[in-house]
């Protein structure tokens, strides 16, 4: 099993739906983090938390809201889609205090915006 | 201005020629470490190597090497005896001081040719 799950995989949905992007996590982590990458652009975070009470935002928060139900859990939602949210979007995971670490990432969830 | 640089959007190789994918980053900070990942076609992110800054060898991993050259503030990772499946984006990508954000390049996406 992966380490760090994310669902969907794929989404299509329409401008204006709400939509959220799940993440879970087996590593015993604290800090999660989700980035959006777009061709061309690299990953850029959108936001981050470092344990169940922390909420940080990235780059590019506008427009997207997280949760971090558990330590295990942290969700990225979408209240009103619009379609240059349509991206890769990846989870990722890392443990506190160990600088020479990576972080370990999601299979990714593609979402579409019509 | 960007933290970290990748100035090859593309790059075609012959399998088995050694390949050099440049790195460069900005940081004031002493304490900081780079890392290179991977990303097939199938679009997972795939942890390759790391080198801190105040590591006094450079980085190896396999057929992995990171030239990590401090005063010049580069990074470039080095694949020797490159294959058909190195061809993938590789994202070089900063954690400066104790921030446990990673900040990503936009990537360099490699062909090895036949």
């Known amino acids: 099993d992966a380490d760090v799950t994310q669902t969907p995989r794929n989404r299509i949905t329409k401008t204006g739906k709400r939509i959220m992007l799940e993440c879970s996590q087996t590593k015993g982590h604290d800090r999660m983090y989700w980035y959006r990458q777009d061709p061309g652009l690299g990953l850029r975070l959108i936001y981050y938390?470092?344990?169940?009470?922390?909420?940080n935002k990235g780059e590019i928060s506008d427009g997207y809201s997280v949760s971090r139900q558990a330590q295990a859990k942290f969700s990225l939602s979408l209240e009103s889609a619009i379609p240059n949210q349509t991206a890769l979007y990846f989870c990722a995971t890392s443990d506190r205090g160990f600088d020479n670490q990576p972080q370990h990432f999601g299979d990714g969830t593609r979402l579409s915006i019509l | 201005a960007q933290k970290i640089t990748q100035t090859q959007p593309g790059m075609f190789v012959q399998e088995k020629e050694a390949v050099t994918l440049d790195c460069t980053y900005d940081?004031?900070?002493?304490?900081?470490?780079l890392f290179w990942y991977k990303q097939p076609s199938s679009g997972e992110m795939i942890f390759l190597i790391y080198?801190?800054?105040?590591?006094?060898q450079n980085a190896t991993e396999g057929r992995y090497s990171l030239n990590f050259q401090k005063a010049r503030k580069s990074a470039n990772l080095v694949i020797s005896a490159s294959q058909l499946g190195d061809s993938a984006m590789y994202f070089c990508?900063?954690?400066?001081?104790?921030?446990?954000?990673?900040?990503f390049g936009k990537g360099t996406r490699l062909h090895i040719l036949p």
């Open positions: 080198q801190g800054s105040y590591d006094q």
């Open positions: 940081t004031s900070d002493p304490s900081y470490g």
């Open positions: 990508a900063m954690r400066e001081g104790q921030d446990d954000k990673i900040i």
């Open positions: 938390s470092f344990d169940v009470k922390d909420i």
